[in-house]
């Protein structure tokens, strides 16, 4: 089985930073694909940012270069930091995998974290 340890989320004023870690661990082969998202009660989980082994990195349309992702490949961790927070991006941000738990495994499962909280106030 594998784990997904979020943190980092928290209550920051308009403007400010923040950065999300997420910890991959279990059994763990490859990560193809780490992923961040967000939900507000009421709404669809969307898409904040993807990095790729293959691909590279993606962003969602509304981050609007105001942060950025990347990852720790040895540690198996991905890192979403945030900067110029607006009040609309108070949300429970998740973290998503793809992870191979053996080479034989194709594709590979997906995990999600259990999610933190961001909060920014006005």
């Known amino acids: 089985q594998v784990q997904l340890a979020e943190s980092g989320g928290g209550l920051v004023q308009a403007g400010g930073s923040l950065r999300l870690s997420c910890a991959a661990s279990g059994t763990i082969f490859s990560i193809n694909v780490m992923s961040w998202y967000r939900q507000v009660p009421g709404k669809q989980r969307e898409l904040v940012a993807t990095?790729?082994?293959?691909?590279?990195?993606t962003y969602g349309d509304f981050v609007k270069g105001r942060f950025t992702v990347s990852r720790d490949i040895a540690k198996n961790t991905v890192y979403l930091q945030m900067t110029g927070l607006k009040p609309e991006d108070t949300a429970v941000y998740y973290c998503?995998?793809?992870?191979?738990?053996?080479?034989?495994?194709?594709?590979?499962?997906?995990?999600w974290g259990q999610g933190t909280q961001v909060t920014v106030s006005s």
């Open positions: 998503y995998a793809n992870v191979r738990t053996s080479q034989l495994q194709w594709p590979g499962n997906v995990y």
């Open positions: 990095i790729n082994s293959d691909v590279g990195t």
